[in-house]
């Protein structure tokens, strides 16, 4: 039976405007020690001239640009020391100029803004009755094809009308900070999985410690390159424990920008050529303690990783790869609680069919099992989780999406049992949204696409994506979603 899904006039679209100062490496080493070369054989009126040139022209483009210089410049201090430079006599605005000859302006999301997740506020203050304030998340898309987290701040009144603030006039990028501690076990079985050979990984690791930190390992690979005269194979073999450690990171953005104005940008050679499809949940811990999750998959432009994003306020987040057997393939969604002591996420870890991964570990995964598998005519070509399953009293609600002819893209919805997630209780055999010919044409046609929904006045809010271009909204009437849902006896 058709569901009546009510289509909302909130639209999304990419805005080329909301740039951010990233660094940029023009060609190899060489190329910068000449760049560096020529601004230092200028003199100090030519220095501060060209340095307020560009701070006219971009100072008020970006909060702190003669911050960004300065930590531009130094990425690339260590090319000074190479030239025999003592880079303590410089000047500080010399600095900033060689600092803004490896700054550039990138448009986070001049291609697309789309793939939108939704969870509560952390802040439900200052509300009218009935109303909830929200957090939507983008994934935002930019010259290159390269994705970045991104937000917006909304309420949802009584009625179910969306309202959303204006994004802030900057976009700022966080400090990425590699202070993870690290388990040497689990970071061992990590590497076993991406098969490194492990005959040559003990000499980065046997000197640490069973819990180490990034600089530890960097000591540690630099002694082994010192110590040891490396083979192409030992090089690659440093190179993946690397890559592997790069992959954890803290970041903190700075208390005076609005929400709008935070952008996660990839900080990682594991998520080099982007951070796709976040799933943000609200998890409510056996203590009551809330934190959000979201599961993402980084992509190096060769490989994926999934991997695990967690804050407690959305200025302060912790980033670590998802581990295990079945930490495979994208569009991984975790529950919002742990059911039966464990905790439980959503997966399409063969690329086709829906499967329910059960552990005792939030990021490590070894068990699961097939749920579901594509039935309908829409969704035969694959189907997967729109988003982290909505708890309700008659079961957890899965918005899933099937792929049928013509690489089309549907929303639909599955009813698992609260005790036994493992166990399918209904399922929509049509569509619950399709593409109409509005949403049809984009980046990628015919798809419409979620990433997290949730439930609010009794019915179900789905942002959704319209051909990976722009994002809208959409919402059903719990009611007749689950009179409309196709049983099992």
């Not at 930019?142 to 976009?171: A, M, Y």
């Not at 929400?259 to 080099?272: A, F, G, K, Q, T």
């Amino acid at each position: 039976m058709v569901i009546e899904a009510e289509r909302k006039d909130i639209r999304f679209y990419p805005d080329s405007g909301r740039v951010i100062a990233r660094f940029f490496l023009p060609g190899g080493e060489e190329r910068a020690k000449n760049i560096i070369g020529m601004v230092l054989a200028l003199s100090d009126d030519e220095i501060r001239f060209t340095l307020n040139q560009v701070l006219v022209n971009f100072s008020q483009r970006h909060r702190n640009i003669s911050q960004v210089f300065k930590n531009h410049y130094d990425k690339v201090q260590y090319l000074l020391e190479q030239m025999d430079i003592d880079h303590e006599q410089l000047s500080k605005e010399t600095k900033y100029l060689i600092g803004s000859y490896f700054t550039m302006e990138y448009s986070i999301e001049s291609a697309a803004f789309f793939n939108p997740s939704i969870v509560e506020d952390p802040d439900q203050t200052s509300l009218n009755g009935g109303s909830k304030r929200v957090i939507v998340s983008f994934r935002a898309t930019g010259e290159g094809h390269i994705s970045s987290i991104v937000f917006r701040s909304g309420v949802i009144d009584k009625h179910n009308n969306l309202t959303f603030k204006d994004p802030g006039d900057l976009v700022d990028i966080p400090e990425a900070v590699q202070k993870f501690i690290y388990d040497k076990q689990e970071f061992l079985d990590k590497l076993s999985e991406m098969h490194v050979q492990e005959e040559f990984v003990g000499m980065v690791m046997d000197p640490l410690d069973d819990k180490f930190v990034y600089g530890d390992l960097r000591a540690s690979i630099e002694d082994c390159m010192i110590r040891n005269d490396l083979t192409p194979l030992h090089k690659k073999v440093i190179d993946d424990i690397n890559w592997l450690a790069s992959s954890h990171y803290e970041m903190t953005f700075s208390l005076d920008t609005a929400l709008s104005e935070r952008v996660i940008y990839p900080n990682s050679y594991s998520e080099s050529n982007g951070i796709e499809d976040a799933r943000f949940v609200e998890f409510t811990d056996d203590d009551g303690s809330v934190t959000y999750y979201a599961t993402y998959t980084a992509y190096s432009g060769y490989t994926i990783l999934p991997k695990l994003l967690q804050t407690k306020d959305f200025y302060h987040f912790v980033v670590q790869p998802i581990h295990g057997q079945y930490a495979q393939n994208k569009g991984m969604a975790l529950f919002p609680r742990k059911i039966n002591n464990k905790y439980v996420m959503v997966s399409r870890l063969d690329g086709v069919n829906n499967y329910i991964m059960i552990s005792d570990e939030i990021n490590f995964w070894q068990d699961a099992k097939m749920i579901q598998e594509p039935k309908e005519t829409w969704e035969f070509i694959q189907i997967g989780n729109c988003g982290s399953p909505i708890e309700t009293e008659k079961g957890w609600l899965l918005i899933t999406h099937g792929v049928g002819p013509m690489r089309r893209y549907c929303l639909g919805a599955t009813l698992l049992d609260l005790d036994d997630p493992t166990i399918v209780l209904g399922y929509t055999k049509e569509p619950l949204l399709a593409p109409n010919e509005e949403e049809r044409e984009g980046y990628v046609p015919n798809v419409v696409y979620s990433c997290g929904s949730l439930i609010h006045n009794g019915e179900l809010i789905v942002p959704y994506a319209m051909a990976d271009y722009a994002s809208s909204f959409a919402s059903v009437s719990l009611d007749e979603l689950f009179s409309k849902l196709h049983y099992y006896s």
